[in-house]
Nanobody
Framework: QVQIVESGGGLVQPGGSLRLSCEASGSFFRLYNMGWYRQAPGKQRELVASISSGGNTNYEDSVKGRFTISRDNAQNSMFLQMNSLKPEDTAVYYC??????????WGQGTQVTVSS
């Protein structure tokens, strides 16, 4: 089972930027399609961005042009560069395989708060 640690969250003003990082254990990370997910208070967890094992990317409409997902297979790592942040981006952000089971393994996530 892949173990995941997310980091890089924090408090930022609207319009600001953050870079989230995800470190995963295991020898097969490079073979997995991966995704960044987020869960806002009172809402279901949603997929924000995904990246295939080959590097193809997709984004949820509300973050297109603002967020960039990337990965470094040599370091078993994945990143989410978030620019032009909005209050509605406030959530706990998680990384996981894509697709991922809601009832499966999830890391602790990293809190992103966008507020003035």
């Amino acid at each position: 089972q892949v173990q995941i640690v997310e980091s890089g969250g924090g408090l930022v003003q609207p319009g600001g930027s953050l870079r989230l990082s995800c470190e995963a254990s295991g020898s097969f990370f490079r073979l997995y399609n991966m995704g960044w997910y987020r869960q806002a208070p009172g809402k279901q967890r949603e997929l924000v961005a995904s990246i295939s094992s080959g590097g193809n990317t997709n984004y949820e409409d509300s973050v297109k042009g603002r967020f960039t997902i990337s990965r470094d297979n040599a370091q078993n790592s994945m990143f989410l560069q978030m620019n032009s942040l909005k209050p509605e981006d406030t959530a706990v952000y998680y990384c996981n395989r894509w697709p991922a089971s809601a009832s499966g393994y999830w890391g602790q996530g990293t809190q992103v708060t966008v507020s003035s």
